[in-house]
């Protein structure tokens, strides 16, 4: 089956469910996709996913080597070369409350990273203070608002100098190899060139490894979830580094009302929060708040 | 007449050496099936060690064992590596794919296949440990198929040999 290419460059997630139709969300909505590639919005004349299609499609993601991502596959998701996330379930078999093992994997959902140059230009001259520092900066947005595309873009002009700001010397945590998508090494995205990426670790132990042995200028990192990471933010925060970093939600408000959030407000950590939304499309910048 | 009867001989002749040398083709493949079956347990160790230690995607995995593993067997690997990457095969199409290509270059039986591809149904479709056990499983399998085989050789080598040229002996009796 192929997609019109035009339907392909519009794509942000590719769903695939096993014994389901075959469905994309693109920047209008959900569509299903027929057999002749053309999209669709009605489900029963939709390509059905059969469990071939799974077991190939989990072989050609995991280069026929499930061995490689056993560990990320637990967590729910792997990353693809490019940066393309793919979230992973199936049925858990659990011992003690801890999944140990997915068997039938059977839904996959596949959403497309895209790298957007000058994304964050708009944005860049609120995260800078009058001498032309980083203000520390939460991104807060629910799931494919365009947030790691933006940190991505912060990244690369920060590291580059532009938008106003001095170069600097920014390093990554890519705890998910989203951000950069390091491929052998390099990182397959334009991250500028003043920019160091920890690939793949975990952001509690790549926090602290960048402060204590990369001097960074600013850091980066994605998704803030738990409370150790929290911890991991305010200890760069008390280091003096400035921070730029996303959380899921829709309003500081909310996030402060979890555990990482309220740590993260009570040490004061950010001074600028920006809230992103797909009302316009991914990206649709909703607010910019300032904190201090 | 004399004519007729030196053709005879020379048609005889050539019967003779064909028949030995197809004894010597069947005698060389009982010899070889063992070492080859050798030479895989010890490449399988070594796939065990990539996935185990190496931390490799098995495509690489294979291509590195066709680097280092000597004589035929190595085109194995190289036609299932060039068949997982350059046409996107899941694993196990690609192995048995190369599996039957091999046909052409490795003296296998059909038992030995048999457990190659069974190998293959489960490589790269499992947790490491599990890689492992079928990894363990597939080479004490081959162990076993290829004590077999040393038992042939030493039976089969000579005979198939010697059969080969009283074959020719006899069809030059009969004919002539």
Redesign the interface.
Request: glycine letters at 0%; hydrophobic letters at 35%; zero cysteines.
């Given at each position: 089956m192929n997609l019109a290419k035009d339907v392909q460059d519009s794509i942000l997630e590719v769903r695939i469910r096993q014994g389901r139709p075959l469905s994309v969300v693109n920047s209008k909505g959900i569509f299903f996709v027929s057999p002749a590639g053309r999209l669709t919005v009605s489900a029963q004349t939709a390509y059905k996913v059969s469990w071939e299609d799974c077991?190939?499609t989990?072989?050609?993601m995991?280069?026929?080597?499930?061995?490689?991502v056993?560990d990320q596959l637990l967590s729910g998701f792997i990353t693809l070369p490019g940066g393309h996330r793919v979230g992973i379930s199936g049925t858990a078999f659990v011992e003690a409350g801890d999944a140990l093992?997915i068997r039938h994997m059977a839904q996959f959902n596949i959403r497309v990273a895209r790298e957007v140059i000058d994304a964050a230009q708009d944005l860049l001259p609120s995260l800078l203070d009058e001498q032309g520092r980083v203000r520390s900066t939460l991104i807060i947005s629910p799931p494919g608002c365009g947030k790691t595309t933006l940190i991505r873009d912060i990244a690369r002009q920060l590291s580059k100098g532009q938008g106003g700001a001095c170069r600097h010397n920014v390093v990554v945590v890519d705890e998910r190899s989203e951000i950069a998508a390091v491929r052998r090494g390099e990182p397959q995205m334009d991250l500028g060139p003043a920019t160091d990426v920890l690939d793949g670790y975990p952001k509690v132990s790549g926090l602290m490894l960048a402060i204590r042995a990369l001097a960074p200028d600013v850091l980066i990192t994605d998704e803030l979830g738990t409370r150790e990471e929290a911890q991991a933010v305010v200890e760069a925060m008390t280091a003096g580094i400035p921070i730029v970093a996303t959380i899921h939600g829709n309003s500081w408000e909310k996030v402060r009302l979890r555990p990482a959030g309220a740590l993260l407000a009570d040490f004061k950590v950010f001074q600028c929060v920006v809230i992103l939304s797909r009302r316009n499309g991914p990206g649709t910048l909703e607010q910019i708040k300032r904190l201090d | 007449m004399i004519g007729l009867i030196a053709l005879r001989w020379i048609l005889g002749l050539v019967v003779m050496v064909c028949t030995g040398l197809m004894g010597r083709i069947l005698a060389g493949s009982v010899r070889e099936r063992p070492r080859q079956l050798a030479v895989l347990q010890a490449s399988l160790a070594r796939m065990e060690t990539s996935i185990c230690h190496g931390m490799m995607f098995l495509p690489e995995a294979l291509e590195e064992l066709a680097g280092v593993t000597p004589g035929p067997v190595r085109y194995l690997f190289l036609e299932a590596a060039h068949l997982l990457v350059q046409e996107e095969l899941p694993m196990a199409l690609a192995w048995r794919r190369a599996i039957l290509a091999a046909r052409g270059y490795l003296v296998f039986t059909r038992d030995d296949e048999r457990v190659l591809l069974m190998l293959g149904n489960s490589l790269g479709i499992s947790p490491r440990d599990d890689q492992i056990r079928h990894l363990t499983a597939a080479k004490s399998q081959l162990a076993r198929l290829e004590a077999e085989a040393r038992e042939k050789e030493q039976h089969l080598a000579r005979l198939y040999h010697a059969l080969g040229w009283a074959a020719g002996v006899i069809l030059i009796l009969i004919l002539i």
């Open positions: 077991r190939m989990l072989q050609l995991t280069r026929s080597s499930l061995y490689m056993q093992n | -």
